[in-house]
């Protein structure tokens, strides 16, 4: 799987020639905010090794960290924080994570542009997560009970399940994922308590839906497409 991550993300070694990123303001009011909260709004406050690849231009190395906020790959130039370039076409790998912009589109229609994470890659489907801010406000101090409380953010991450630029979330409980995929709970079922798999590791997520498409696949007129019912049924 590393291996073909690595070679779709490096068919490119040259220098990159083309600009990649893109100057940002000053850190907005609301985000000075959130720094000072309890938790942090990055998923790693130091900035990590990583490569920037333009699909045109090819491979620059340069030190990146992910704003969850503002859905940003950020990095310095000059002392100023510049923001790599949201498009498609320009995509980063930091450590063992590797980000795509990509402007997906919900069953029901609705956009969710921003960066995901890809985690598993196969020739009819792709799981990718993302990360997501949980932010509770600080409470000010009570008069009558003398209790305050910080402001906190959490990280929240979320799956999808990815097919031809559409994606449906992935339920991170046994119920809701049986529900979901409803045309083989039996058999997913039978799988789960078999393989002992815990849906809330990332790994075994990627191995259930692994699972899901090789049961659709056995199926006497099978559809190549995992998300068909789901589309049909909403």
Do not use: W
Not at 147 to 169: A, H, N, Q, R
């Amino acid at each position: 799987m590393r291996k073909i991550l690595h070679t779709l993300l490096f068919l490119s070694t040259s220098a990159l020639c083309a600009q990649f990123s893109q100057a940002v303001g000053e850190p907005s009011k609301r985000m000075t905010e959130l720094e000072s909260y309890a938790g942090s709004i990055y998923i790693d406050k130091q900035y990590q090794k990583a490569s920037v690849i333009d699909e045109k231009s090819g491979t620059y190395e340069t030190m990146l960290k992910y704003n969850i906020y503002t859905d940003a790959l950020e990095h310095k130039k000059g002392g100023k924080i510049n923001e790599v370039i949201k498009t498609p076409t320009t995509y980063a790998r930091i450590n063992d994570d590797y980000y795509y912009y990509c402007n997906f589109q919900t069953e029901h229609g609705s956009r969710r542009n921003g960066y995901y994470i890809l985690v598993e890659l196969n020739d009819v489907y792709r799981v990718y997560k993302k990360y997501d801010l949980d932010i509770t406000e600080p409470k000010e101090m009570d008069p009558l009970t003398g209790t305050s409380s910080t402001g906190k953010v959490k990280v929240k991450t979320t799956f999808y399940l990815e097919e031809d630029g559409m994606i449906v979330e992935l339920p991170m409980n046994k119920k809701e994922f049986l529900a979901a995929f409803s045309d083989k709970e039996e058999e997913l079922k039978e799988y789960i308590k078999k393989e002992k798999i815990r849906i809330k590791k990332e790994t075994d997520l990627v191995r259930l839906v692994a699972k899901y498409n090789a049961l659709k696949n056995m199926d006497a007129n099978p559809s190549r497409n995992l998300l068909s019912n789901r589309v049909q049924n909403n």
